[in-house]
């Protein structure tokens, strides 16, 4: 869920392959960079998503001959780059460089914390604050039966992750309850500054929580 709604689509690794199956690739997941220097290296072969015919390219991290990406992406241009992390370095990368943070922040009022610390860094860089776009994964479980909701919950999150759900709740933002409860927890990125929510139904089953915050979170959203 985005405000004002927007397609985002969460970029997790890539592997180029040119001439196909022929073992010349590009990893951008080389475990001799940081951080800091593979996000350049991603840049660096972002060039070959806005290219319109095979190209040569000598950058900071790569040099590759007669190499190209397809498909090409459907967007104009080259597709955003986010960072995701909620302390330390990676909200100093996310200002400073990013096009998005991606939080999984555990209450509104951690991500602002933290969206106020990726700003400061921006600031520093001398970008547009503005421009930066911010989501947080949220997860959730809707039920009129509050009871129901939060043993639910609490069972999913602690078989996903094999710990104790107590602790989980101090790092990843977790609610249950009716459509109202859930529906006024996630306004609260809202107000903290989130742009796109990531919604993760913390349920077995899945379809029903998709119709119930379809039919009683979802309309609350889009009118707060």
Not at 71 to 99: F, K, T, V, Y
Not at 154 to 167: N, V
Not at 216 to 223: E, F, G, I, S, T
Request: hydrophobic share 40%; with cysteine; glycine share 8%.
């Amino acid at each position: 869920f985005s405000w004002p709604p927007t397609p985002a689509i969460p970029l997790h690794g890539v592997i180029l392959r040119h001439p196909p199956n022929s073992g010349r690739e590009l990893w951008l997941n080389s475990p001799d960079l940081d951080a800091f220097s593979l996000f350049h290296q991603l840049r660096d072969t972002t060039k070959l998503w806005s290219a319109k015919q095979p190209i040569d390219f000598e950058g900071r991290y790569w040099r590759f001959t007669n190499v190209e990406l397809l498909p090409r992406p459907w967007r104009h241009g080259e597709p955003p780059i986010w960072m995701g992390g909620n302390a330390g370095n990676s909200l100093i990368r996310a200002g400073e460089i990013a096009d998005g943070w991606f939080a999984t922040s555990a209450s509104p009022d951690k991500f602002k914390i933290g969206w106020e610390q990726v700003q400061a860094a921006a600031t520093r860089a001398n970008r547009e604050v503005e421009r930066i776009e911010t989501a947080t994964l949220a997860t959730i479980n809707v039920n009129s039966d509050e009871r129901a909701a939060a043993a639910d919950l609490r069972r999913y999150m602690e078989t996903y992750y094999s710990m104790p759900y107590e602790r989980l709740t101090e790092l990843l933002g977790c609610c249950s309850g009716s459509g109202a409860a859930c529906a006024d927890w996630l306004a609260g990125f809202r107000r903290a500054g989130v742009k796109h929510l990531i919604l993760r139904f913390g349920a077995d089953d899945q379809f029903a929580q998709l119709e119930r915050v379809a039919a009683d979170v979802l309309p609350r959203l889009r009118a707060s």
